[in-house]
């Protein structure tokens, strides 16, 4: 177990898998890094894995990130494949991630945040796989995932996300709990519950979404992205409650003024 990681300046990927990596295969309390999180960018025809990333494999996850400056994910220029580049992700939960800038992916490959779930799932309440995520700037192709291994596969239809917080604008971005996508790798759009692990009386949900400045779909036609889950208790944009149905499974619009970003309950 690792107790604690502080460093003053950047985690830097490079071009060789788990570089610039933090992990532990048990659980991880806290990572504080002053500067940047960034991972590496691959033109290749093989992989290039776990570049710029924390991880826990194990134990009861990670307990709190703090980033003062941005995460930045690399990008994918050749026929291979580039995973986790500027990730942070948990095989059990994520208590808290604060990033002082702003989340910074991109359309071949997002920055990602996921987290399966809690080590002992709950017998009642929620299955809280993230607690907190808060971000200073804009977040910008990022993939907020709760319920999801570190390579994307659904693994906990009851897990849920407390609260998102994103300071700036969030623009062609996920925030996802419990779901199976319809249409990979793009969300809003006739996504479902999935049965994985699915406990029948938890509800995935998130409890709030607050966006200071905009939400904004991509520039490129095609893409669709979402606020998805079981249940959405709260959205806010810009200082503005959007207008939500008490209850699971009832509300599937899409978000003024974007044209390609749903809020989405499954079932």
Same mark, same amino acid.
């Given at each position: 177990? $690792?107790?604690?990681?502080? &460093?003053?300046?950047? +985690?830097?990927?490079?071009?060789?898998?788990?570089?610039?990596?933090?992990?532990?295969?048990?659980? &991880?309390?806290?990572?504080?890094?002053?500067?940047?999180?960034?991972?590496?960018?691959?033109?290749?025809?093989?992989?290039? %894995?776990?570049?710029?990333?924390?991880?826990?494999?194990?134990?009861?996850?990670?307990?709190?990130?703090?980033?003062?400056?941005?995460?930045? =994910?690399?990008?994918?220029?050749?026929?291979?494949?580039?995973?986790?580049?500027? !990730?942070?992700?948990?095989?059990?939960?994520?208590?808290?991630?604060?990033?002082?800038?702003?989340?910074?992916?991109? %359309?071949?490959?997002?920055?990602?945040?996921? #987290?399966?779930?809690?080590?002992?799932?709950?017998?009642?309440?929620?299955?809280?796989?993230?607690?907190?995520?808060?971000?200073?700037?804009?977040?910008?192709?990022?993939?907020?995932?709760?319920?999801?291994?570190?390579?994307? #596969?659904?693994?906990?239809?009851?897990?849920?996300? #407390?609260?998102?917080? +994103?300071?700036?604008?969030?623009?062609?971005?996920? $925030?996802?709990?419990?779901?199976?996508? #319809?249409?990979?790798?793009?969300?809003?759009?006739?996504?479902?519950?999935?049965?994985?692990?699915?406990?029948?009386?938890?509800?995935?949900?998130?409890?709030? +979404?607050?966006?200071?400045?905009?939400?904004?779909?991509?520039?490129? !036609?095609?893409?669709?992205?979402?606020?998805?889950?079981?249940?959405?208790?709260?959205?806010?944009?810009?200082?503005?409650?959007? =207008?939500?149905? !008490?209850?699971? !499974?009832?509300?599937?619009?899409?978000?003024?003024?974007?044209?390609?970003?749903?809020?989405?309950?499954?079932?």
């Amino acid at each position: 177990m $690792i107790h604690s990681v502080s &460093i003053g300046g950047s +985690v830097i990927g490079g071009q060789g898998d788990y570089s610039g990596y933090i992990t532990d295969a048990q659980t &991880i309390q806290s990572v504080v890094i002053g500067g940047d999180l960034i991972g590496g960018s691959y033109g290749g025809s093989s992989t290039l %894995s776990y570049t710029g990333a924390i991880s826990s494999t194990a134990g009861t996850g990670i307990g709190s990130v703090k980033i003062g400056g941005n995460i930045f =994910s690399g990008s994918n220029s050749g026929s291979g494949t580039l995973t986790n580049s500027g !990730s942070i992700t948990s095989a059990a939960a994520i208590g808290s991630v604060a990033v002082g800038g702003g989340l910074f992916g991109n %359309s071949t490959q997002p920055v990602l945040i996921s #987290a399966v779930g809690q080590a002992t799932k709950p017998a009642s309440g929620a299955d809280i796989a993230i607690g907190s995520v808060t971000v200073g700037g804009n977040a910008v192709y990022a993939n907020i995932l709760a319920g999801f291994s570190a390579a994307g #596969a659904n693994t906990n239809a009851d897990a849920s996300i #407390a609260s998102v917080i +994103v300071k700036g604008n969030l623009q062609a971005s996920n $925030i996802v709990a419990g779901a199976q996508q #319809a249409n990979p790798p793009y969300w809003g759009v006739g996504d479902t519950l999935p049965t994985s692990n699915n406990s029948g009386t938890l509800i995935a949900d998130i409890g709030s +979404v607050t966006v200071g400045g905009l939400i904004i779909g991509s520039p490129d !036609s095609g893409p669709t992205f979402g606020i998805v889950a079981q249940q959405i208790n709260a959205i806010k944009v810009g200082g503005i409650a959007l =207008s939500l149905n !008490s209850g699971a !499974s009832n509300d599937n619009f899409v978000i003024p003024g974007t044209g390609d970003t749903y809020v989405e309950e499954v079932s």
